[in-house]
C-alpha cells in the first residue's frame, strides 16, 4: 500500500497480518509524518523512534516465523503522557514531573504491549488532566489539525489530535470529566469512556480517582473496539477494577439499531448550545431513527447541578492525589533551607496555575467546618445524577446527546475565564459523576468546517450497545468523518511555535 497513514488502526492491522506491508514499513511512515507535521501541531511530548523501530523489527520477524499475531500486532499507537511508561518520559504535561523516566508500565501499556501494539511516543495533555483545550499543558499548546488557530479540547487533545492528523493509527487518552469525549468531538475523531472500573487505572497517574477512566481515541468506530477489547478486563493491582468479562465488541457492527429505544435528554438542547451543533446532533438522532431506533424524549433533572458537583468532587480528589509531589521522592526538586520551604518552592515552581487553583479550591472544600457544605453536598447530588440516569435507562437503552454544547473554540478564548472553560464540560460531566460509559463520534461539520461530535451513553457495563449505534451511525452516515487537511495547507501563524516549550528529552519535529 502507498501510505500506511491513510488507514485505520483496525485495517492496517489486517493487512500486517497478511504481511501485505510490514510493520517496519508502517511505523517509519507514521514517524515520517510525525517529523513532517507536528511542528505545527505539537501533538507530541516525546517520540521514541529507536524503540519504536525496533519493536516493529521484532514484530516483523515474529510475523515472519509463523508466530500468531496479537490482536494490536504492529500497529503504531501512542499514549497521552498520563500513562506510566517503563524507560519512556513521563510528565503528565507538568514541570514538576519533567525528567521522570518510569521503572515500569501501567496495565494500560502492558496490554498494548502484549497484543504487539508499537509505541511511537507520549502525546501533549492538559497538566495532570485538568483543562478542556489543552492550553494548561506546561510544554505549550496543541493545535487542532482543522484549524490551527483552534484548540484540540482537554485534557487529551494530544491524543484527539495526533489520530485526527494521522500521526499514529490510535491513541490512549484518559476521561474524568469528558477528557476523551470532548477532543475527539473537537477534532473529528471517535472517543470512548468506557463504564468506571472497565479499564484498569494502574500506571495512571491519578487526578480524581474517582472518577478516571482509560480508553481509546481511533479514526473510526472498528478501531476503538479493538482497542477497548485489548486493555479492558479485570487487574487485581486496581482495587477499582471490575471483574467482568469483555466482549467482543467488534461483533456490534452490522447488527443495526432495529428494536432499540434512544433516549434524547430535553437538559442538553437547551441554553448555551450552540445552533450549528444542534442542528448536526439532531439530523444524527434522525438518522439513528431512520435505520430503525425507536427515540423517546427522557429527563435528567439534575443536570443543571453536574458542573458544581463535578468541580467541588475532582478538586478536592486532585488536592489528595496531588499532595505526593513535593520535590523529595522524584520529578521537580527546588532546593531551600528547611524542608518546608523546599515542599512550597518545588510546588511553586513545578504546578502551573490551574493546577494550583485546583489543589486550592479542593482543599478549601474539604476544611473542617466545610466538608459537608461542599465536598458532602456534591457527594449528594452524585447520587441524585445516578438516579436520573437509572429512571432515564428504564425507557430507553441508550441517550444520544451533543458532546460538546461548541465546536472547537479559539486559542486563548477562555483562558481568562475559568467558569467558561469548565462550562465545555456541560454535557460530559455527568457521565463520569455517574460510573457510565460514553463515546463521541463525528456527526457531521459546521459552515466553517469544525466538527461536531454526537454523544452516545448507555447503562454500566452496556459498551457493546454503543457500538451497535455507533458503528450502524457510522454506515448510515459515511460523510460525517473525513481527514483534515495537512497543516500545511492551513493558513495562520502558528507555524513552528506549536514546538515552543517542548518537554525535556522530547524529539523535536520539524515543520516541513
Sequence with gaps: MSDPTTVGAAELRERIARRELSSVEATRAYLDRIARRDGRLHAFLHVDEEGALARAAAIDAALARGEAPGPLAGVPVALKDIFVTRGIPTTCGSRILAGWVPPYDGTAATRLRAAGAVLLGKLNMDEFAMGSSNENSAFGPTRNPWDLQRVPGGSSGGSAAAVAASLCALALGTDTGGSIRQPASLCG???????????????????????????????????????????????????????????????????????????????????????????????????????????????????????????????????????????????????????????????????????????????????????????????????????????????????????????????????ADPLAMYLCDAYTTSCNLAGLPGMSLPCGFTAAGLPVGLQLLGRPLEEETIFRAAFAYEAAAPGSARRPPDPDALTGAAGAAGTAGAAPAATAAEPT
Excluded at 487526578?207 to 468506530?221: C, H, K, M, N
Excluded at 425507536?294 to 496531588?322: F, G, R, W
Aim: with cysteine; net charge positive; proline share 6%.
Design 189 to 415: 475523531v471517535v472517543g470512548i469512556k468506557p463504564t468506571y472500573g472497565r479499564v484498569s487505572r494502574y500506571g495512571v497517574i491519578a487526578f480524581a480517582s474517582s472518577l478516571d477512566q482509560v480508553g481509546p481515541l481511533g479514526r473510526g468506530v472498528a478501531d476503538c473496539a479493538l482497542a477497548l477489547e485489548v486493555i479492558a478486563g479485570h487487574d487485581p493491582r486496581d482495587a477499582t477494577s471490575l471483574p467482568a468479562p469483555v466482549p467482543r465488541y467488534r461483533d456490534a457492527a452490522g447488527r443495526g439499531v432495529r428494536g432499540l429505544r434512544v433516549g434524547v435528554p430535553t437538559e442538553y438542547f437547551g441554553a448555551g448550545l450552540d445552533p450549528e451543533v444542534a442542528a448536526a446532533v439532531t439530523a444524527a438522532i434522525e438518522s439513528l431513527r431512520a435505520a430503525g431506533a425507536a427515540v423517546v424524549s427522557v429527563s435528567l433533572p439534575h443536570t443543571e447541578y453536574a458542573i458544581a458537583a463535578y468541580y467541588l468532587i475532582c478538586t478536592a480528589e486532585a488536592s489528595s492525589n496531588l499532595a505526593r509531589y513535593d520535590g523529595v521522592r522524584y520529578g521537580l526538586r527546588v532546593e531551600r533551607p528547611t524542608l518546608q520551604g523546599t515542599y512550597r518552592a518545588t510546588r511553586a515552581a513545578g504546578f502551573g496555575p490551574e493546577v494550583k487553583r485546583r489543589i486550592m479550591l479542593g482543599t478549601y472544600a474539604l476544611r473542617a467546618g466545610y466538608y459537608d457544605e461542599y465536598y458532602r453536598k456534591a457527594q449528594c447530588v452524585r447520587t441524585l445524577v445516578r438516579e436520573d440516569f437509572r429512571r432515564a435507562f428504564e425507557r430507553c437503552d441508550l441517550l444520544a446527546t451533543p458532546t460538546s454544547p461548541l465546536p472547537a473554540f479559539r486559542l486563548g478564548e477562555k483562558v
